[in-house]
T-cell receptor
Framework: GESVGLHLPTLSVQEGDNSIINCAYS??????FIWYKQESGKGPQFIID?????DKRQGQRVTVLLNKTVKHLSLQIAATQPGDSAVYFC???????????FGQGTRLTINP | NAGVMQNPRHLVRRRGQEARLRCSPM?????VYWYRQLPEEGLKFMVY????????ESGMPKERFSAEFPKEGPSILRIQQVVRGDSAAYFC?????????????FGPGTRLTVL
């Protein structure tokens, strides 16, 4: 089965609030993790990545946290906007492997 | 700089027909990946190719599916004798070089519907 999964299939937040999307992975050999955003009818769009030698990485309005002890990954989106509505996937890659393993996805909806 | 291009965007086939999906990687990219996505699911790896070589096809069904990335032209994912279970979105991604830490850029996908 898949080694990457998500805790919640859907998440609704108020516009302006912060969003936290979680991901669990089971393959301890994975050393590279990526968050993708997929809008309806489109391909996945890279948001942010993190290597296993880091536990936090920040981008513009987004932060990824990696907890290797419990094999947990999270994506934090600050001041969520309507344009953030999408399905968010975490993906993992093992060193030496050439393929991404995707989780099921979390649908983020923004309430006005 | 155009991104990854896929065509057709939508493809309808009847059971038993052949489907050909094309992917043109980003300029300068020589590594191509194909993924399949069923509704409400994540993407599943199918195959990884470099120019004229299949590097990893561990995600490809053993029968009816094939992929190529010729020296010239786009990468092709070919599905022979399609069945209803082949209905899905097929995404292509490209990368400038191999290795675990290189960002894969995804195309818009081809949505295959098998009647």
């Amino acid at each position: 089965g898949e080694s990457v999964g998500l805790h919640l299939p859907t998440l609704s937040v108020q516009e302006g609030d912060n969003s936290i999307i979680n991901c669990a992975y089971s393959n301890s050999a994975s050393d590279y993790f990526i968050w993708y955003k997929q809008e309806s009818g489109k391909g996945p769009q890279f948001i942010i990545d993190i290597r296993s030698n880091m536990d936090k990485r920040q981008g513009q309005r987004v932060t990824v946290l990696l907890n290797k002890t419990v094999k947990h990954l999270s994506l934090q989106i600050a001041a969520t906007q309507p344009g953030d509505s999408a399905v968010y996937f975490c993906a993992e890659n093992m060193e030496g492997a050439q393929k991404l393993v995707f989780g099921q996805g979390t649908r983020l909806t923004i309430n006005p | 700089n155009a991104g990854v291009m896929q065509n057709p965007r939508h493809l309808v086939r009847r059971r038993g027909q052949e489907a050909r999906l094309r992917c043109s990687p980003m300029k300068g990219h020589s590594h191509v990946y194909w993924y399949r996505q069923l509704p409400e699911e994540g993407l599943k790896f199918m195959v990884y190719l470099q120019k004229e070589n299949i590097i990893d096809e561990s995600g490809m069904p053993k029968e009816r599916f094939s992929a190529e990335f010729p020296k010239e032209g786009p990468s092709i994912l070919r599905i022979q004798q399609v069945v209803r279970g082949d209905s899905a979105a097929y995404f292509c991604a490209s990368c400038a070089s191999g290795g675990s830490y290189n960002e894969q850029f995804f195309g818009p996908g081809t949505r295959l519907t098998v009647l």
